[in-house]
């Protein structure tokens, strides 16, 4: 299977009898998420979009609502990365888990490490801080980005790529860890599979923009990019 594939094959996943309860926990954390930032959003969407005015040429002031729209883009995006971002954190011990749980079902075989929800929680926070260290600079730029005038115009598409590459090395690394595989190493096969990868994880990316599908599609991309791991990833060691 290539990324997509493995993607569209995580809403299969969920739906075995044998996996369906694994998701539940992450899906509630992930409602209570989503529903704090689109509130968040709602009230303070006409303060940033003053500030982007401000950093704008006056002459823009007549493009109102093309601005307008072009904040409401950004906004949106950031919304989902932020959303990923955050609820990962909370419920990286219960994706770890769920990981497993579909490892061992495509495979027959349980990870090497594994155990129980709070067993594995002291290496999945750790794992997390790692890729926060990864992540934030690369964030940091992106908004920079996406407030320098004329330079923002590519900011939308920039986002869409680095976000479907953030899904791609955040779900994969799930399984990776599972393995005892470093984060470094992911990423050198993920590098080597970068294009299968981004088909994996700008679909997943573009469908957190999409009410109710939102919900539960953290699960479900941490079953699909479980079985990217162990048909694309884990059976090609590295030099």
Not at 49 to 70: K, R
Not at 137 to 165: D, H, T
């Amino acid at each position: 299977m290539g990324g997509f594939d493995c993607f569209i094959d995580g809403f299969n996943l969920i739906r075995r009898p044998s996996l369906r309860r694994y998701f539940i926990a992450p899906t509630v954390i992930n409602i209570f998420v989503l529903l704090g930032l689109l509130l968040v959003s709602y009230l303070n969407f006409e303060i940033w979009l003053e500030v982007i005015m401000s950093l704008l040429p006056d002459w823009v002031s007549a493009l109102y609502w093309l601005v307008w729209g072009f904040a409401l883009i950004v906004v949106v995006l950031s919304i989902a990365f932020c959303f990923v971002f955050i609820a990962n954190i909370i419920s990286a011990p219960f994706n770890a888990f769920l990981s497993i749980k579909v490892e061992e079902h495509l495979t027959g075989e349980a990870p090497s490490s594994q155990g129980s929800v709070w067993g594995i929680l002291p290496r999945t926070v750790r794992r997390e801080i790692i890729k926060l260290l990864y992540i934030l600079p690369r964030v940091a730029l992106l908004f920079l980005i996406s407030i320098i005038p004329i330079v923002n115009f590519f900011a939308p598409l920039l986002w869409i790529i680095f976000g479907g590459w953030l899904l791609v090395v955040q779900y994969t690394d799930y399984g990776a860890d599972n393995n005892g595989v470093s984060f470094g190493d992911l990423k050198k096969k993920l590098q080597e599979r970068r294009l299968e990868g981004l088909m994996f994880g700008v679909p997943a990316y573009l469908m957190l923009a999409i009410p109710l599908v939102n919900f539960i599609l953290i699960p479900i991309s941490v079953a699909g990019a479980t079985r990217f791991w162990v048909e694309r990833l884990k059976v090609e060691p590295l030099d």
